[in-house]
């Protein structure tokens, strides 16, 4: 798929702008802070309602105006469909798809992104939080029904530990405690969790050999990049755990772990069993959870394992290797959904790529490396403070940006 045409009502820096784009590469050129970055946040706003920069939408609305709208003609195949989002402050977006009102939720998926961008550093080296979402992201991608099962874990997650707070403060109080709303939202928790640690473990195992496969590219052959999921109830439940050594090494022990870990992670696909689990694990830590007024288990507490060979990549690869394994964790989700047949859109599910001033931090053969990757892909944004910055290979439409006006060069 690739968008035709943009346009922006008072989005970021932009007061109005119109934009006719081209299949292939794109990029966007100008020095700092000129709004270069607005334009292909605005393009991936539309196809996950979130931005790579901010966790409120009140940031994407001009100063001083009251909302926001973004608009764009996306095109599969050769059918071209236009989506647009209205952005309100404090208030819930409005929808269209064609021009006709319709509610959010059938928007999603109609464009799929792929956003590198200096910030995804976070994911090899921030905390669990980043690498859930990254996650969950996919997740919705690839199946964007499950968008309503991401926010109704949240919900019951928000109930659930607040809940558990007034329950540790009538304990310290010394009062009775009723518990069996507790055993409500224990039973709802459980329910709803199970399924998303399901369709991240399946998200987790389709991607695992593609992020192997970028890895190595991108690393020119110092591969070894290997994911897995982390659930905690695997922790609280004691399920076997063999380090990143045995993960990433040779022999027969090392593969007696990675059966292991097969066989845990496939335990997770079964949905009714983890809800079993999680709700036993629930009854078990009841006490402390009240105690300390937080809900121990769930998938709000997984995370996503990073090997780098022997060693996890987290407070272990360098700056560099940490490039390349967010490099790989994208383009791997490219690869991944543009190959997914599933997609609503058959065929033509490849996302545009975008690529958000990711040039100027790489090294010249990782940079030539990730220029030959993306050459052939439908649609590619990029944005570049410095012209030389991008691979002469990647020589495709150029855009000036300078003081919010954008022109053809
Ligand atoms: N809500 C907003 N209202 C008005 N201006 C905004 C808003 N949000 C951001 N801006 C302005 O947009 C500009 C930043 O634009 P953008 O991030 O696209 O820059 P850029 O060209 O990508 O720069 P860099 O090369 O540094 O990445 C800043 O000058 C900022 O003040
Ligand atoms: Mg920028």
Same mark, same amino acid.
């Given at each position: 798929?690739?968008?035709?045409?943009?346009?922006?009502?008072?989005f970021?820096s932009?007061?109005?702008?119109?934009?006719?784009?081209?299949?292939?590469?794109?990029a966007?050129?100008g020095?700092?802070?000129q709004?270069?970055?607005?334009?292909?946040?605005?393009?991936?706003?539309?196809?996950?309602?979130s931005?790579?920069?901010?966790?409120?939408d009140?940031?994407?609305v001009?100063?001083?105006?009251?909302?926001a709208v973004?608009?764009?003609?996306?095109?599969?195949g050769d059918r071209?469909?236009?989506?647009?989002?209205e952005?309100?402050?404090?208030?819930?977006n409005?929808?269209?798809?064609n021009?006709?009102?319709?509610?959010?939720r059938?928007?999603?998926?109609?464009i799929?992104t792929?956003v590198?961008?200096?910030?995804?550093?976070?994911?090899?080296?921030?905390?669990?939080?980043?690498?859930?979402?990254?996650?969950?992201d996919?997740?919705?991608?690839?199946t964007?029904?499950l968008?309503a099962?991401?926010?109704e874990?949240?919900?019951?997650?928000?109930?659930r530990?607040?809940?558990l707070k007034? &329950?540790?403060? %009538?304990?310290?109080?010394?009062?009775?405690l009723? #518990?069996? *709303?507790?055993? =409500?939202? $224990?039973?709802? /928790? !459980?329910?709803?969790?199970?399924q998303?640690?399901?369709?991240r473990?399946?998200?987790?195992?389709?991607?695992?050999?593609?992020?192997?496969?970028?890895y190595?590219?991108v690393?020119a052959?110092q591969g070894?990049?290997?994911?897995?999921y982390r659930?905690?109830?695997?922790?609280v439940d004691?399920?076997?755990?063999p380090?990143?050594?045995?993960?990433?090494g040779?022999?027969?022990?090392?593969?007696? &772990?990675?059966? %292991?870990?097969?066989?845990?992670?496939?335990?997770? #696909?079964? *949905?009714?069993? =983890?809800? $079993?689990?999680? /709700? !036993?694990?629930?009854g078990?830590?009841?006490?402390?959870?009240?105690?300390r007024?937080?809900?121990?288990?769930?998938?709000?507490r997984?995370?996503v394992?990073?090997t780098?060979?022997t060693?996890?990549?987290?407070?272990?690869?360098s700056h560099g290797e940490?490039w390349s394994?967010?490099l790989?964790?994208?383009?791997?989700?490219y690869?991944?959904l543009?190959?997914?047949e599933?997609?609503?859109?058959?065929?033509?599910?490849?996302p545009?790529?975008?690529?958000d001033?990711?040039f100027?931090?790489?090294?010249?053969?990782r940079?030539?490396?990730l220029?030959?990757?993306?050459?052939d892909?439908?649609?590619?944004l990029?944005?570049?403070a410095v012209?030389?910055d991008?691979?002469?290979?990647?020589?495709?439409?150029?855009f000036?940006?300078?003081?919010g006006q954008?022109t053809?060069?």
């Amino acid at each position: 798929m690739y968008v035709s045409d943009l346009a922006l009502d008072d989005f970021r820096s932009y007061h109005e702008l119109v934009l006719g784009l081209d299949r292939g590469v794109t990029a966007f050129v100008g020095p700092n802070g000129q709004g270069k970055t607005n334009i292909v946040e605005a393009i991936a706003y539309l196809s996950t309602f979130s931005s790579h920069r901010v966790a409120a939408d009140a940031a994407l609305v001009r100063q001083g105006t009251p909302g926001a709208v973004v608009r764009a003609k996306v095109v599969h195949g050769d059918r071209p469909t236009v989506v647009e989002l209205e952005i309100v402050a404090g208030k819930a977006n409005r929808a269209r798809l064609n021009r006709a009102p319709v509610k959010t939720r059938d928007v999603l998926g109609v464009i799929r992104t792929v956003v590198f961008a200096p910030e995804d550093l976070e994911l090899v080296k921030g905390d669990p939080a980043q690498r859930r979402r990254f996650l969950d992201d996919l997740v919705v991608l690839l199946t964007p029904r499950l968008a309503a099962l991401r926010s109704e874990y949240d919900k019951v997650l928000r109930q659930r530990v607040a809940l558990l707070k007034s &329950a540790a403060a %009538a304990r310290r109080r010394g009062a009775d405690l009723d #518990l069996s *709303t507790l055993d =409500v939202w $224990d039973a709802s /928790l !459980a329910q709803a969790g199970a399924q998303l640690v399901s369709a991240r473990t399946r998200v987790i195992q389709q991607l695992r050999p593609y992020v192997a496969d970028a890895y190595e590219q991108v690393s020119a052959g110092q591969g070894g990049a290997r994911i897995d999921y982390r659930a905690s109830i695997d922790a609280v439940d004691e399920a076997p755990d063999p380090g990143p050594e045995l993960l990433g090494g040779t022999g027969e022990a090392a593969d007696a &772990a990675r059966t %292991a870990v097969a066989d845990r992670e496939t335990a997770l #696909l079964d *949905t009714p069993a =983890v809800r $079993d689990r999680l /709700l !036993a694990a629930m009854g078990r830590l009841r006490d402390r959870e009240i105690d300390r007024g937080v809900a121990l288990v769930g998938p709000h507490r997984d995370d996503v394992a990073l090997t780098l060979g022997t060693l996890p990549a987290r407070g272990y690869a360098s700056h560099g290797e940490s490039w390349s394994y967010a490099l790989a964790l994208r383009l791997g989700s490219y690869e991944l959904l543009r190959d997914d047949e599933a997609s609503p859109w058959g065929t033509d599910g490849e996302p545009v790529l975008i690529l958000d001033d990711v040039f100027a931090e790489l090294d010249s053969r990782r940079r030539d490396r990730l220029a030959e990757m993306v050459a052939d892909a439908q649609q590619v944004l990029i944005t570049a403070a410095v012209a030389e910055d991008v691979p002469s290979r990647l020589a495709g439409t150029r855009f000036e940006v300078r003081e919010g006006q954008v022109t053809r060069a």
